[in-house]
């Protein structure tokens, strides 16, 4: 060593130190705060320390930055080229370069610990990495006859000496791998530590990546995101059908049937954790990776599929008053709940708000951050209840809304879930009352040449959620459907759609092998479910003393594929400004990854889950008021929306506008031109 | 209430105090430290707080003691005594009972929460009654559409509330029971809290009783003691042999097996929980109680059984340098090891010592409590290694010593396992070198009347560990063998019991279906033992600097069963007052029970373990020496024991005298008077 200095800047964060020559930069970048990562702890071998020495003279910072003003390239890097990848020019290891003059280091992203993760959709928040589960990489003591101490003593000792970290649990499955794993690596190993107090898993050598599981888990779909827990980038996300759809198509029947047999509760956990098990299976199999390198998950899910999933029977959640088991969030193994990943896994499950806001609801806060913004924010999730937040930062508050499944197709006369061959946009001319209709599956209009041909394999089948949101809207601006919600049967002199049907009437969409119509009560299932979601809002603007709503996001997959201009014309949601109104698309599952991803969000999420009022729609007596008002369309107590001014042109006109969740929402096809 | 008070004097502590008339005792009695054990936390459900108010003119006390001073028997005391039994005369529940005049109270031991375990052996140290796992009855507020919290939380606010236990974690095999209890225990339920940090069990209403468990895991058999955790009453023992015998009889024939079929490791892991489940429900069985109520389980056992059990692989303990995967103490949870118990019961598996001195020697210590005396003690357990723990309460060391199998019968041309049958006592007459024997299964010397129709159901089949030391030793106390551990061929002229055996002469000790005898090879067998053992405890001696050992304990099987007179003939241990030597029976299995029942006990075995000082023999020069030095009979280096002056007289005279372990060691059958 000698006793002059140099001075060095570390970019992008600007910050500077003077250190003695000779010492490495690793120790300099982190003696100031600049964070940088290793898995290796400094030997060269991981290579997640890499930066740049950026060579030049640097007026900005007053540093002449040369390349001899590190040492040369040593034996280490050099085996690190050979093993993994050459070192680019100027690229060097920092925990091998040594300082010997005034230098300007870049720290590229990848090498940062806590980086911004950089994700393809700008729709969420940033998230910055920072996981409960780390790598590291540690040279044990071997064992030997002079010292009585178990491999684990000496392995603790090792990763306190190296990493700082003391107290460690070690988990039981870990016991039975660690003896093989420390003489195969040669007293060399990695090992994975869960919030810095828990031994997960061993390696024999160096281990550079370790992944984790966003779930969330649906009445009709359970998807999954296989995340990168060293990067950050989403490896693959997939999704399955919920394998219990064989026991009711909504929650509610699923409810029933256990409810009938108790003993069924059993049965559903096993087929729902079945589910995520093949489900785990095909999205590590798509991203390459070992099941047994999934170390964390993290879940979320409306209340029904929350109980189910950790083994508990939903009974109480089917009848008054609702009583969830647990609220709060869990920390759990993955081995207590049955799911093949690594044995020494763990489960973070997200909190619950209440009986019928799910952690879906919370998980959907979190990714959408109402609890963070200033302005007022209107979060809906759209199932069997629709759940509702409605605040910012200083307040939030949170109901669910009995909306039952006609916005997913249930209860609707043609109506059916969103698959191919389902209607799922509804053009009606308000002249002629002609009808152009596009189907799940196909690229084309219904009035567009070759659609039958697209359309062949599976057929015309029946409406979706969002066609009979656009259908019904459809017939209320061409007048089949007064504001009463009364199909008006004098129009069956103009049109021939207009049929007869029983003591009431029909609009027919669609005359093919199937007759796809929208019945007199079609058109009051759709007025209950709306009037729902509706008055909960209500009660909710009015509990906060809230009139001016800043934006609206609708989440999940009603929320995806709506489009928000007939939402509003029916009157779902309250006036607001259109371009306001955006899709969320599936931020349960976003905001299951951000939990994943930074630990810290685990905590905000229960502090404010904690925080949010709770309203009970069934109790309120304002709720029936507000719920028979609603039933009105767009909604009797509203002033007519100014947006209904702006969609008083023909239907026609109405798709060049581009609506607000036209930019955003993951689209299942494009639109025509 | 009144401003006035009273005086209270609570016996057995004397601890006394003034209080205001109207206060409940229960209260009184907590105020002043007097602990007052309670599950139903004082609603006269449970009766566990019952006193006795001691009437009478108390001068000691300066207390005058009347009935009338107490409250009278309430309502809740007449229906307490119809629901279990009627309250004897002066017994009150002390939840119940309100202070109206100065009183004397005796709190009876089953009422007083830290009572003293009555055992009916007095052999080891008394125990406090301090469990892990505690009871608690609770009221929780029932669920309620107003309140969006979860059951969990309605619970834990009240065990915050009524038993001051906050931040609990909730198992998640509790969560599943959780709604199911409240709701049939109408709002009541008693739950089991481990170390008042874990919900581990949950049961609607009153709950009373819970259980636990201590296993010690022997190479040949399974021992487990089911204890009331509310009393500490040992409810029932019992014991199977270890179903592993099958893959060899010995230890290191196990570990053989693994090392040339590494994937047995498992299998033996399986066979040996599957007997260890065998056994629970055996011992459940007899003592009437539920599996799923033991709730807490300690382990101990030698390294290679501590390992099996636990999932680990043996091989490394098979060869130099005998790295344990882990020294340390493990809390872990029953179902992942596979116990079928309470599905939330905990496992504690005490600490190994070193390679060879493992959980069972740390038991042992924690029964036999050298840790605690002035006095130096020599505590020695003897399987196929011999695991020897020596000094005080200022210091203890530990070493092992490859003693082999032959004490236990393994390795001598007619040794067999302690089983009826085995020849396990021997005397020899000086003079004519006659034999009598005892096996085991048989009440009769073989020089009795009866004998032979006493053994005829399994004959004479072999020589267990104690009979081929009283053997050994008796052949050379009757000069049939010489110090070197010559036998002496020329006796053949003598006795026809000394017969020519190839190159070498044996001694017959039995003739019948099969001939039963002592070979030259045996003995020498039985000199390398003993030399080992006996090299292992000059080793300690030596690094402790002591000479004069205050008490020998000899724990396990062997120590069960040999005349500690013959054990000190052969020099397997050194001089030291015959009457000092015991026997300490199942002491590893009593340390387990110890640590069961008190849970301090627990951190003061691991302090203990932790400060042994742990003398590896293998690599210690002085051990060769020691060893050779120690193949004489008894042996070289000792002054010849006082012993043997005092067992001069013919070997028949020897019974009479009853020897130290006589007293306290467990009979397999009594010896003839």
Redesign the interface.
Known sequence: MTDKTARVVFLPSGRRGEFALGTRLLDAARSIGVDVDSVCGGRGLCGRCRIICTVGDFAKHAIQSKAENLSPLCEVEARYGERRQPLQKNHRLSCQALIRGDLVVDVPPESQMHRQVVRKQAEYRDITLDTSVHLHFVEVQE???????????RLCEALEREWQLADLA?D??V??M???AL?EGEWRVTVAVHNQSRIMAIWPGLKRFAYGLAIDIGSTTIAAHLCDLATGEIRHTGGIMNPQIRYGEDLMSRVSYVQMHPEAATELTEVVRDGINELIADVAREAGVDTDDILDITVAGNPIMHHLF????PV?LGG?????????A?D?RA???GLHVNAGASVYVLP????H?GADAAAMVLAEEPHLLEETSLVVDVGTNAEIVLGNRDHLLACSSPTGPAFEGAQISCGQRAAAGAIERVRIDRESLEVRFSVIGSELWSDEPGFEDSVQAFGVTGICGSGIIEAVAGMYLSGIVSADGVIDGSLARRSGRVIPDGRTWSFVIHEGKQTIKVTQNDVRQIQLAKAALYAGTKLLLDRAGVEQIDRIRLAGAFGSHIDTKYAMVLGLIPDCDLDAVESAGNAAGMGAVIALLNKATRKEIEDTVRSIE?I?T??DPNFQTYFVDAMAIPNKSDAFPKLFTAITPPAHALEAEGGGNRRRRQRRRAEPR
């Not at 064992?143 to 003593?153: I, K, N, P, V």
């Open positions: 064992a030997e006859m002079r010292e009585a101490s178990g491999d684990l003593r070690c039981p499955v016991l039975a660690l003896q093989a003489r950790l083994g508990i029977s109480e008054a008053p609702f009583a969830l088991a647990v609220d709060g869990l759990l081995r207590d709940l619950c708000i209440a009986g806001v709770k009970e069934a109790i």
